[in-house]
């Protein structure tokens, strides 16, 4: 009679106690309340415990306790596991087509210090056996709170021979319910005199509800438009609403959807079209509920990119990812092949006990090669961690690879060959270690690793060809290690700009490549805009540092759904896929001074340029700047949206820059090959009364003939001859014009900027402001100075470093607003020598945030030194 309402129409509802949600009233299948009056056992109808445990570990009836009222259900621990299980009749808990189901429990521990209590639901068959992998847990509950505690489980829609719903309800000692290694030497606690209440478990019955984007790797590439494939089906949907709503990376609503709730699945889902998009990250929302209340909830991230801006290119060879491990695979070739980068790294062993390597998932990893291989990406395979064989052997705590390595091979000689038999014709090179693992510094270890491996590896191969990772924050020891390439760990603590410093000292050791892997902010501790930020700075000042490639971790999730498993893109997918798109291949040409505020990097991409530029000074909102960028009509933001650039009166285009990069693409090789020659010589004086020679050069273009005017604008108290020139240089032509500029006798240490106005004659007639820079100080002498209050008073030091061969004096003062100028010398300083003197002024709330001025004059000679500093 069950089954014939199950297949025919709908069940009454069973009551809903007064606990139960709104919403949910109406669908509740079975409450257990264990108020059972008529039942004379010690513990509830239809629950027994399980075979497999003692007889005398078993549940009971608590009359006392209750989470509305008692009873309730209490699993006593007696140094042993406890669990029982539900095997009432199917018409109690039944289950319908096209509906999932939501077991909502109430549990209170007792004295729980490590046991742990929790629930379970699974489907049945009709003879009353449960249905292999349905089964679902609810999060671990202990401690020693009186709280009662709300878990659930959620089960997706049943199979088709499930017949009704199963429960278990259990209290585990730690050693059941830990997973992962233990502590060295752990002794294992038991909790004897403890258990855990359970009150209160409710079923539901939930509409169906799924959404997807029907694309691998929920990646939509323009002209595509995105389209979401949303379906919500139950057996009584009177009452219900199912909407789906699009938000954009910043949480901003962008619109909203109906759905067609359906009473089977056999109906095509709904289609819903975004038009109208700009690239980007997007969140899709598909909600079902009576009125304002969620009763489903399902979601689906994508991204939808700009089509590729430079064309056809193959791939991106600067550009390489490095895999997690086996996951979808179709999902992670269509990432791949959108990324368009030119190599992949492959963990063929995994780095923990915890995660799977390629080596086990042969299937999955033929299939990834084979199209790899055909779209002309270069492989390299990764021995992350030691070969599973050893990891299942060793227990909880595996030797490090190293040492595995180092030692006898016959333990890995066996699981080495599988893979380096199977694909030597495929990997390009083979890695010994994973990228930023700390467990790879040992150097002395990793030579006799590598030697190791190499002698083992010629058994199969003529030539192994090996990289071996390496920290940058390390310096390198002993020279070069014996491998041919080398895997550099950029950690993210290290600014970009000193990127290209932490590579220094290992690109001079002789490997034949150097590739770099960037450790991404974390996204979660940090704005996304600035974690996106950072890493393009990170990117661009990698490649300035000579880097043959740069990786990253796969720049997507995976994520397990009540339907499987879902691939995402996140934010950082697409913008490395918009930088190895306009980066494809180009190469660094030179960094522009385009402005005092702004970095600015030239890539030269055989064409034309593409220019990678920001400014670290302006708001968040940025600042608009107006430079000379040739015939650049567009700017490029790291998600790949195009702004048209607008042009001042003199032709030069305004860019709006912030702290985050942005890209100009367009620019004239030749115009950036002029501004990259454009000097002014020496760009470092030792500062002195009178004048100061320099020298200009101006250089043009191998292929192209420049002509035009420069004019020199500097401070009006400075001096500077000639101030204004032409010149006329044939292609490859060279000119050197010499200069003279007197600074002003009380001009302040430092970097100053000269701005040389140019106006070409030839066409195209541009104009240009650039910045040309000149640091003023003193030759081997430091000089610094800082001012403090004491009371009252505010002292003022200055000091002053001999790194000269020679003694020297001078004679220092001190200068501010309305007070008399004070003296102090500085005399017969002997090479190595510091002095600092002290100056004091009464009164020192008068002089609060006033300029105060120190100053150096050479005793016999013309010398001289200025610094400014604020007062406090």
């Known amino acids: 009679m069950a089954l014939l309402a199950l297949c025919t129409g709908p069940l009454a509802p069973a009551a809903a106690p007064p606990s139960v949600p709104s ?103 009709r003879d009353h056996l449960p249905i292999a992998d349905t089964q679902r847990f609810s999060v671990l509950v202990g401690g020693t709170s009186p709280d ?41 606690p038991v909790d004897v005199d403890a258990g855990a209440w359970f009150d209160d478990i409710l079923i539901f019955r939930l509409p169906r509800a799924a959404i997807e984007t029907g694309v691998p790797g929920n990646v939509f590439v323009a002209p595509r438009t995105p389209v979401l494939y949303a379906t919500v089906t139950d057996s009584d949907p009177t009452g219900l609403v199912a909407t789906v709503t699009l938000t954009d990376v910043h949480g901003q609503d962008l619109g909203t959807e109906a759905v067609e709730i359906r009473t089977t699945e056999t109906v095509e889902p709904a289609q819903l079209s975004w038009r109208d998009l700009e690239p980007g990250l997007y969140h899709a929302t598909l909600r079902v509920g009576v009125h304002d209340a969620v009763l489903v909830q399902r979601w689906q991230t994508f991204a939808f990119l700009h089509a590729p801006y430079r064309g056809d290119t193959a791939v991106s060879a600067p550009f390489g990812v490095v895999l997690d491990g086996p996951g979808v695979t179709t999902d992670q070739l269509a990432l791949l092949q959108t990324l368009r980068v030119g190599s992949v790294k492959i963990p063929l062993w995994a780095r923990s006990r915890h995660e799977v390597g390629f080596a086990d998932e042969t ?100 030539q192994p060809d090996l990289t071996t990772p390496a920290d940058a924050h390390y310096a390198p020891e002993d020279g070069k290690l014996p491998a041919d390439n080398l895997s550099l760990t950029i950690a993210n603590d290290v600014q970009p700009e000193w990127i290209h410093e932490h590579m220094g000292a290992y690109r001079s050791l002789g490997y034949r490549s150097l590739d770099v892997f960037l ?126 650039l607008e042009r001042a009166e003199d032709g030069r285009q305004e860019v709006r820059l912030s702290p985050v990069p942005v890209y100009v693409d367009g620019v004239e090789q030749w115009l950036v090959a002029f501004l990259t020659n454009l000097k002014l010589e020496p760009a470092k004086v030792e500062f002195r009364i009178g004048y100061h020679q320099h020298t200009i050069v101006l250089a043009a273009p191998v292929r192209e003939a420049v002509s035009g005017e420069l004019h020199l604008r500097t401070p009006d108290d400075w001096e500077v001859s000639p101030a204004k020139f032409s010149f006329a240089l044939p292609p490859g032509g060279t000119l050197r014009k010499e200069i003279r500029i007197r600074y002003a006798q009380n001009e302040s240490a430092g970097v100053k900027t000269i701005l040389a106005d140019i106006d070409f004659d030839s066409e195209p007639r541009y104009h240009l402001e650039v910045p040309l820079q000149v640091e003023i100080g003193l030759k081997d002498i430091e000089v610094w100075g800082y001012a403090s209050k004491r009371g009252n008073r505010l002292i003022v030091r200055h000091g002053v470093l ?71």
């Not at 429990?105 to 639901?121: F, W, Y």
């Not at 730690?174 to 502590?183: A, Y």
Request: glycine residues 8%.
């Open 363 to 462: 299937v999955a990893l033929d299939a990834l090669l084979h199209d790899l291989v055909k779209a002309g990406v270069t492989t390299l395979g990764v021995f992350a961690g030691p070969p599973s064989e050893l990891v299942r052997t060793a227990g909880d705590f595996p030797r490090p690879l190293l040492e595995i390595l180092a030692d006898d091979p016959v333990g890995w000689r066996g699981p080495m060959a599988h893979v380096v038999a199977r694909y030597a014709s495929v990997f390009e090179s083979w890695q010994v270690g994973g990228d930023n693992d700390a467990s790879m510094i040992d150097s002395k270890l990793q030579a006799v690793a590598c030697e190791s491996l190499r002698k083992e590896m010629r058994r199969l191969i003529t």
């Open 519 to 644: 450790d991404p902010l974390p996204p979660d501790r940090y704005d996304p805009t600035a974690v996106l930020a950072d890493l393009v700075k990170r990117v661009v000042c990698t490649l300035r540092g000579g880097a043959d490639r740069v990786f990253l971790p796969q720049p997507w999730a995976a994520r397990t759904t009540v339907d499987g498993v879902t691939t995402e893109p996140t934010r950082e997918f697409v913008a490395f896929r918009t930088a190895a798109d306009l980066l494809a291949e180009a190469r660094l040409a030179s960094v522009l001074h385009l402005h005092p505020d702004v970095t600015c990097y030239a890539f030269d991409s055989g064409q034309d340029a593409v220019l990678v530029l920001w400014d670290d000074t302006a708001p968040p909102e940025g600042r608009t700047h107006v430079l000379q960028l040739g015939a650049a009509d567009r700017q490029i933001d790291l998600w790949g949206r195009a702004t048209p």
């Open 148 to 188: 009662w505690q709300t878990v659930s489980v959620h089960l997706p829609t049943a199979p088709r021979e499930a017949s009704s719903l199963g429960l278990t309800v259990r209290v585990m000692q730690e050693r059941t319910w830990r997973t992962g290694p233990l502590p060295h030497r752990y002794i294992e």
């Open 23 to 125: 919403p949910y009233g109406d669908r509740l299948v079975h409450h257990f309340d264990f108020d059972e009056p008529d039942n004379f056992t010690p513990v509830p109808k239809y629950w027994v415990p399980f075979e497999t445990l003692p007889d005398f570990v078993v549940g009971r009836f608590d009359p006392a306790v209750g989470c509305d009222a008692p009873p309730s259900f209490y699993l006593g621990l007696n140094g042993r596991d406890v669990a029982c299980r539900y095997i009432g009749p199917a018409h109690e808990t039944p289950v319908r087509p096209n509906s999932d189901y939501l077991i909502v429990a109430r549990i209170r521990p007792d004295r729980l210090a490590t046991a742990r209590a929790r629930i379970s639901a699974f489907y049945v068959d």
């Open 802 to 872: 001999n790194r000269t061969d020679r003694a020297i004096s001078f004679r220092g003062f001190v200068a501010a607003p309305g007070r008399t100028r004070q003296y102090r010398v500085f005399n017969g300083m002997y090479p190595g020598r510091t002095l600092v003197v002290e100056y004091a002024f009464d009164n020192a709330s008068e002089l609060s945030g006033r300029t105060l001025r120190l100053g150096l004059r050479e005793v016999g000679g013309r010398r001289a030194h200025n610094i400014e500093l604020i007062a406090p």
